[in-house]
């Protein structure tokens, strides 16, 4: 590690201001702090720091989604060679999954660190680990057959328009990657809705509608008619997007956020319980089948767990008080059951509830902050009396 | 003695549950050694919105007690010498600021002779006459803003937080035995000054009689982790500080300072200090005088060269170099290691050693670890992405990242409204402390306090 350190030291000077490589200054600073946690200390204020940064926080989100990602890529290709009638081993199953799913990785971390890295540079800032993030939830959230070129056009919009034309990491309203996810959905709906497209390579006679679609069917109908169990749906083989089928999967990565206090449990439950309140109240004044579905399936069908872990979480785009996070996530919960439920031509709720919430954040911050406020006048008036 | 039973009658306790104690090795073994400092110092500095017209010049001879330099703008707050002997350097720094006024002592320690009174007897203009003019006026400070207080003014109440919750803090039981008079004239004269109530605010384990048993005060009873100890926090779940309110504190050896004053007559700049740090080989207390120099402290008593010296502790103190000297305000010297090293991958690492209020490093695993903690940042400055943070060690009712972010768009009203007279640059020690985005908190809350400072003046 010193010949590393000695190489880096020795050509480190060239990149900064007047040396020969001085444009790609953030682009050395992030390799270099990515290998080695910089010398810098303290000079103001307090003398120590805890041991946590952003590159910290930032990856263990990243190894949050990591059992979402892997039964993903399993998932992937065992729904591929079950529409196919065909048995195959584990390993195939998972070599299948792989070939599909690791180049729409690469693709959306390589556009969005590009973009990250260029703008850092024109900016004259450090590169923000943000993306590091919102790479891998991009993958996660899109179905398995997407065309590569629609994830890089996705990734761009979700990081320009979506981060950096408000700053960047931090000032950014809505979450980039549910923002390349709703882009997609309204630029391209035929690649990212409807029967066709959960399965990869699908065979054609396979039916390979989503648990959300067939609840949807149920609005005219008698019974939903679903094809897998409430469990099977809780362990994710399903078909759907990449990384939001398997419930369990999910869950581990929460305990993982929660536990490390990376993520906000607060948010979390809170999801939780307004899906679990709006499932009941639709329960209870049910008028179709969709909507006597019971409540307790909108936790493990679609996308609900995904977004109630990683996307509602993500502290930029939520509440930023502990009050205000409450009252943030049951909305959240409450509108994705209520979108899903009574408007089927957006079977996603979650990814537009959350959305809408994102744009409301801040007016439920306002506000609690307000409380805050009248408290400290209330204090003052006994005083002038 | 009625006044003390009923303060003992009602000792309500004030639980609270946010903050952090964070563990580090090298507190101060309770045991005190004289020290013969011959260097002496005070530093403008140390007075914050203090802006110093010299009185003295290089040669010149004083004794303790005569003046050194006061106060442009409040010429009536004089700034005295600590000691007797004579002027050796008078330090500026960029733009001829004014950094140290040097004493060399003649270790003779004679004093100017001010008159012992009994505040009893006199009127409040006398009493602040006399604490004027033995510079022992500048010991009593004020919220807002955290500045001496103006003797023009009378304030609602006087604050003493009576034990010091931070890191390696002194222990104020063990400095306070065997000053309880001086400690108990010093509250008398403090409750002439106020015309509301001198909260005397203790610990829940405090057992020091000194401070169970005082006197024309009222005891206020705390628990919990730091920053239950900082005087802002007792403040605000006591009588908290609306607009336009004025609150003095002072801290327990200020008050034996201005007790020695009317017993004794004189300035007696005496204070007890602890050493604490894991970098120090014996951390112990010492007895020594305000500005003094901690050179024959730390001599031979340090373990490294490639060290950090503190004066005041770890979140808060002041970094300083080992032959120059204790601030006027502080109890304690903190010798803790640099951290100008790179680490190799350093944030992918487990990290079994690395303490985080997080859990994102295995630490988690042994929370009664005391650490070595250096001054390495551990990361880079970033725009703020991490919420609800820094409400788990603020225990107000203020919202700190609002706060924070009021101040940096420079919103007065805001500012006021969130509760920026209520705070002090070390309430928001902690926050700055495990900030994810690396920010120099500290520094933010005292532009904004400066900011409402200038803009109510």
């Known amino acids: 590690m010193k010949a590393l350190r000695k190489q880096l030291d020795k050509i480190k000077p060239q990149f900064q201001k007047g040396g020969k490589f001085e444009k790609l200054h953030s682009t050395f600073d992030a390799f270099e702090t990515f290998l080695f946690v910089p010398d810098k200390t303290t000079s103001h204020g307090s003398h120590i720091r805890d041991s946590i940064d952003m590159k910290r926080t930032m990856s263990l989100v990243v190894i949050a989604m990591i059992p979402a990602l892997l039964f993903g890529i399993w998932n992937v290709g065992h729904q591929h060679f079950l529409s196919h009638g065909e048995t195959v081993a584990f390993w195939d199953k998972v070599l299948y999954g792989l ?10 971390y390589v556009t969005g660190l590009a973009i990250e890295f260029a703008f850092a540079q024109i900016r004259h800032h450090e590169v923000n680990e943000g993306f590091l993030v919102s790479g891998m939830l991009i993958p996660l959230v899109v179905p398995p057959d997407i065309p590569l070129w629609m994830v890089s056009v996705a990734t761009a919009f979700a990081v320009i328009i979506g981060k950096e034309v408000f700053g960047g990491t931090g000032m950014n309203i809505l979450n980039p990657a549910l923002t390349a996810r709703a882009f997609l959905f309204f630029a391209y709906p035929a690649q990212i809705s409807g029967d066709k497209v959960w399965i990869a390579e699908k065979a054609d006679a396979f039916s390979g509608a989503t648990p959300l679609a067939e609840a949807a069917a149920g609005i005219g109908a008698e019974t939903v008619n679903f094809t897998h169990s409430f469990m099977e749906m809780f362990i994710g083989t399903i078909p759907g997007s990449i990384g939001e089928t398997s419930t369990l999967a999910i869950l581990i990565g929460a305990v993982i956020l929660a536990f490390t206090g990376v993520g906000s449990l607060r948010i979390m439950v809170s999801v939780a319980l307004g899906g679990i309140f709006m499932g009941g109240l639709l329960n209870l004044a049910s008028v179709n089948a969709y909507m006597d579905v019971p409540f307790y399936y909108h936790l493990v069908m679609g996308g609900f767990a995904f977004g109630m872990v990683f996307m509602a979480t993500d502290p930029v785009t939520a509440s930023q008080t502990n009050k205000g996070k409450i009252i943030y996530g049951f909305l959240i919960g409450v509108m994705a059951v209520l979108i899903r439920v009574l408007n089927p031509a957006y079977p996603e709720g979650m990814m537009l509830a959350i959305l809408l919430m994102n744009v409301f954040a801040p007016l439920i911050d306002h506000y609690v902050v307000e409380a805050n406020i009248k408290r400290r006048l209330k204090r003052m008036k006994p005083a002038k009396a | 003695m009625r006044q003390s039973e009923i303060s003992n009658i009602m000792p309500k306790t004030i639980k609270l549950t946010k903050g952090l104690n964070i563990r580090l090795k090298g507190s101060a073994e309770k045991k005190i050694s004289g020290l013969s400092s011959q260097q002496f110092a005070i530093k403008p500095t140390d007075f914050t919105g203090v802006f110093p017209r010299l009185q003295v010049k290089e040669g010149d001879g004083v004794k303790a007690g005569s003046p050194l330099f006061i106060d442009k703008y409040r010429e009536n707050i004089i700034f005295t010498s600590p000691v007797s002997g004579t002027i050796t350097e008078i330090k500026r720094g960029d733009k001829r600021l004014l950094l140290e006024v040097r004493i060399e002592s003649d270790g003779k320690y004679e004093a100017i002779d001010f008159g012992k009174a009994d505040p009893a007897s006199m009127t409040r203009q006398e009493i602040a006459e006399k604490l004027l003019q033995s510079g022992v006026w500048t010991v009593i400070r004020q919220r807002p803003y955290a500045v001496i207080a103006n003797p023009e003014q009378t304030p609602k109440a006087v604050h003493i937080s009576a034990f010091d919750t931070a890191p390696l803090a002194p222990d104020y039981d063990f400095i ?13 004269v403090l409750s002439r000054l106020s015309d509301g109530k001198v909260h005397l605010n203790v610990s829940k384990q ?18 919990g982790p730091h920053p239950a100890g900082n005087v802002g926090v007792q403040i605000h779940h006591i009588d908290p500080i609306n607009k336009g309110d ?16 009317f017993m004794e007559g004189i300035y007696d700049s005496s204070v007890t200090a602890a050493l604490a740090g894991s970098e120090v080989t014996r951390p112990q207390y010492y007895k020594t005088r305000r500005g003094a120099s901690i050179s024959t402290m730390v001599k031979g008593n340090v373990n490294d060269e490639n060290v950090r010296y503190i004066s005041g502790n770890v979140l808060t103190g002041k970094q300083i170099r080992p032959d120059n000297f204790l601030g006027f305000y502080d109890s304690m010297v903190t010798v803790i290691p640099e951290g100008n090293y790179h680490e190799f991958l ?12 997080s859990r994102a490093f295995f630490s988690w695993i042994n929370p009664s670890k005391e650490y070595r903690l250096d001054t390495n940042l551990h990361g880079g400055e970033r725009a703020y992405v991490m919420t609800g943070q820094f409400e788990k060690v603020l225990p107000m009712d203020i919202y700190p990242l609002q706060l924070i972010k ?8 805001l500012m006021e409204n969130l509760g920026i007279y209520e705070v002090e640059p070390e309430d928001f020690a902690l926050c700055e402390f495990m900030d994810t985005s690396k920010t120099e908190i500290q520094t933010i809350i005292r532009k904004g306090l ?7 003046s």
Not at chain 1, 99 to 108: A, D, N, Q, T, Y
Not at chain 2, 176 to 188: I, P, W
Not at chain 2, 254 to 261: E, F, H, N, Q, S
Not at chain 2, 346 to 357: I, R, V
């Open chain 2, 406 to 413: 009021a101040i940096l768009t420079e919103d007065i009203d």
């Open chain 2, 246 to 261: 004025v609150v003095w504190f002072a801290g327990v050896q200020d008050v034996i300072t201005i007790g020695r004053l």
């Open chain 2, 176 to 188: 306070v035995s065997g000053q309880g008079t001086y400690f108990q004239t010093g509250l008398d």
């Open chain 1, 99 to 108: 070939w599909k799913v690791l180049p729409i990785i690469v693709v959306s």
């Open chain 2, 450 to 456: 400066e900011i409402m400072r200038k803009e109510m």
């Open chain 2, 346 to 357: 350093g944030w992918a690492l487990p990290g079994f050693g690395k303490f985080s209020t």
């Open chain 2, 206 to 223: 405090t057992a020091a009689k000194e401070f169970l048993g005082a006197r024309n005060v009222t005891i206020n009873t705390f628990s």
